[in-house]
């Protein structure tokens, strides 16, 4: 199993970010895969899941401001992170149930 997020970056608050996660060696169209972060200094976190047939769910905190969604045909997971805030920088990963790759950093700062 490889999970490779990638598009993190410094942005503003208030800007946009989109996260992709480049998934390989299992069966992607038939994994729930989530978005977890670890922000400096804390416990990972939930961020938002989405089942293989596209139900999605959200930490409240995010909930309005970030979207979730999954390609199948292409093995890859995605995060549209907009209106971000302060208390979004982290260290943003793609996960299966067991696994958790590589992760991307976000930085909100102005």
């Known amino acids: 199993v490889q999970l490779q997020a990638s598009g993190g970056g410094r942005v503003q608050p208030g800007g946009s970010l989109k996260l992709s996660c480049a998934a390989s060696?299992?069966?992607?169209?038939?994994?729930?895969m989530r978005w977890v972060r670890q922000p400096p200094g804390q416990e990972t976190e939930f961020v938002a899941s989405?089942?293989?047939?596209?139900?999605?769910y959200y930490q409240d905190a995010v909930k309005g401001r970030f979207t979730i969604s999954r390609d199948n045909a292409k093995n890859m997971l995605y995060l549209q992170m907009n209106s971000l805030k302060s208390e979004d920088t982290a260290v943003y990963y793609c996960?299966?149930?067991?696994?958790r790759g590589r992760g991307t950093q976000v930085t909100v700062s102005s």
């Open positions: 996960a299966t149930d067991s696994v």
């Open positions: 060696g299992f069966a992607f169209n038939r994994t729930y």
């Open positions: 989405m089942s293989s047939v596209g139900n999605a």
